[in-house]
């Protein structure tokens, strides 16, 4: 069978997770070979066979002449370091969004070798319909203000979301948002005011966090990222994630609510259009097998290693307003 007839043949580095499970039954929905899985332990038991799949222990195991792509679905702080192995060995990569907790993590990813070139960052809002819609009416108009509301379900803050090196909801959810909404604009944001509270789980990091931004050519981008216990009526990724994003610009305002896009135009013209709930997996796995055929990816080693500056300094600002004492 010749390298195009067959199906891609994909690892799946920390298959055994929610993040990894996930990303693996699309890439076998969207016709690649899920080849082989990486877990330490057990747990990836069930869903090897399921796949066909071989489970191997460490990313030292995975053969680079025998895969087409390596996918990473990690705990944040030890994506870059893994990463950066597989680059440096000649894989070509698609990982888990952010690119790292921090910017030292990002560095690491940096230096390695064809990290411009060989990385896809798994960020999923840009597989959504109408995400294209959006950006074109964003560049085409002069925005004035994006307001985000980002709310990710969830019953407890545990394991891994609960390490303060993972950087809290900001870094975890709200780069999502933070990602498409940079990408809009050039330069880099400055941030004016932040305020973070873990009251809602009582974890020992950020879990709801609201925060303003300003770019240098003037769009101001207001960010409210938080995990919530309740379920909203209406949501992303199987209903377990809500987002609005509010665009206003001199001549318009455009509203993208889940799976709904609405458009107010200045001289009273109004247009909406509703989309069917999308697969953000599947629709990511078929741009990624595509990014394997020599495309380019949906988002670079650049652009993330922006949002996670982003992201950094809203954390940082965070902490800072934390240790301010208030005023007798």
């Not at 390695?112 to 108009?141: C, F, K």
Request: glycine letters at 8%; one cysteine or more; proline letters at 6%.
């Amino acid at each position: 069978m010749t390298r195009s007839a067959r199906p891609l043949r994909v690892a799946v580095v920390g298959a055994a997770g929610w993040a990894g499970s996930r990303p693996a039954r699309a890439f076998a929905k969207a016709g690649a070979s899920v080849t082989h899985l990486v877990e330490k332990d057990g747990r990836a038991a069930l869903l090897a066979p399921e796949l066909g799949a071989q489970v191997v222990p460490t990313v030292q195991e995975l053969p680079v002449d025998d895969l087409d792509l390596a996918v990473v679905a990690l705990p944040t702080t030890l994506q870059p370091a893994i990463c950066a192995d597989l680059l440096n060995r000649g894989f070509r990569v698609l990982t888990e969004k952010p690119l790292a907790a921090d910017a030292e993590g990002a560095a690491v990813l940096a230096a390695a070798s064809g990290a411009n070139e060989r990385l896809m960052v798994g960020y999923t809002l840009h597989q959504h319909p109408a995400v294209e819609i959006l950006s074109q009416w964003v560049r085409g108009n002069d925005v004035i203000a994006v307001n985000v509301r980002s709310v990710a379900r969830k019953d407890n803050i545990d394991s891994w979301r609960a390490d303060p090196k993972e950087g809290g909801v900001a870094v975890v959810n709200g780069i999502h948002a933070i990602e498409l909404v940079s990408s809009w604009f050039e330069g880099h944001p400055d941030v004016r005011a932040t305020s973070a509270s873990n009251s809602l789980y009582g974890s020992a990091v950020p879990e709801h966090v609201l925060s303003i931004l300003d770019f240098p050519r003037g769009p101001v981008f207001s960010l409210q990222s938080y995990w919530s216990p309740w379920q909203e009526p209406q949501g992303l990724n199987q209903g377990d994630w809500s987002l609005t994003i509010d665009v206003l610009a001199t001549d318009g305002r455009m509203l993208w609510s889940n799976d709904s896009l609405r458009l107010w135009n200045r001289d009273g013209g109004q247009h909406e259009q509703d989309f069917g709930p999308s697969d953000l997996f599947l629709r990511q796995a078929e741009a990624a097998l595509r990014f394997c055929a020599g495309g380019m990816p949906a988002v670079t080693f650049a652009q993330a290693l922006r949002a996670t500056q982003i992201a950094d300094a809203i954390r940082k600002a965070a902490a800072s307003e934390a240790r301010q004492v208030p005023a007798p």
